[in-house]
């Protein structure tokens, strides 16, 4: 969220909140259940079923509470007193520059000496910047999608490795060193990735 949203709104407009938000409960579920059971594979602790209560309280994080809270006041038409619309206007102008200063301590932190381009990190950032965002222009080809909703969708997968990815990691007392190489490498090449999916983005028809 911290990145994405930020990011989208940037390129597209407020126009693609909704579109990130999908994404986001689609990720977040995806992650929390089927990720982390194999994270937890890989870790010393005993594995943890893929839906079980310890995920469940993960899984309803405040983000995706927030959403699912604002889906309810869609949906039943409620409208919010102004002073309430106000305060969460001036919280939601806060989300870039909170972003940009979550993605330079990030980038702060990385030591260039832990970077160890093997095969096992070249082939998770190919998953993530070639893998994820060919499956999805592909699915796009086969859906009938709203233009923004495809492009959002494509920046979406895009994206750097969540860094949840770390704290889990560390949870399942798995390969924690693995996991911040990954996560602080897909986040420096995202500064150039990005750019680069603009540019096959405005040469795709939707």
């Known amino acids: 969220m911290f990145i994405g949203l930020p990011v989208n709104i940037t390129l597209f407009g407020p126009e693609a909140l909704p579109y990130v938000l999908l994404y986001f409960f689609a990720n977040t579920t995806f992650f929390w259940t089927i ?38 006041v869609v949906v039943t038409e409620i409208r919010p007193p102004v002073f309430l619309i106000n305060a969460a ?39 993530r910047f070639i893998l994820s965002p060919l499956t999805i222009m592909a699915l796009t080809g086969f859906f009938e999608l709203p233009s923004l909703m495809a492009k959002v969708f494509i920046i979406q997968s895009s994206l750097p490795i969540v860094t949840s990815a770390v704290l889990l990691a560390g ?36």
């Open 89 to 127: 206007d001036y919280v939601g102008s806060l989300t870039t520059p909170l972003a940009i200063i979550f993605i330079g301590l990030t980038l702060s932190t990385v030591s260039f000496k832990s970077f160890h381009l093997d095969r096992d990190v070249a082939a998770v950032l190919a998953g």
């Open 171 to 206: 949870y399942h007392q798995a390969d924690t060193a693995f996991a911040s190489v990954t996560v602080s490498l897909s986040t420096l090449m995202a500064l150039g990735t990005i750019p680069f999916y603009m540019i096959v983005i405005s040469l795709m028809n939707f």
């Open 35 to 72: 990720g982390n059971y194999c994270l937890s594979l890989d870790g010393q602790r005993e594995p943890e079923p893929i839906f079980s209560l310890a995920t469940f309280k993960r899984l309803f994080s405040p983000p995706l509470l927030g959403f699912f809270l604002g889906l309810l």
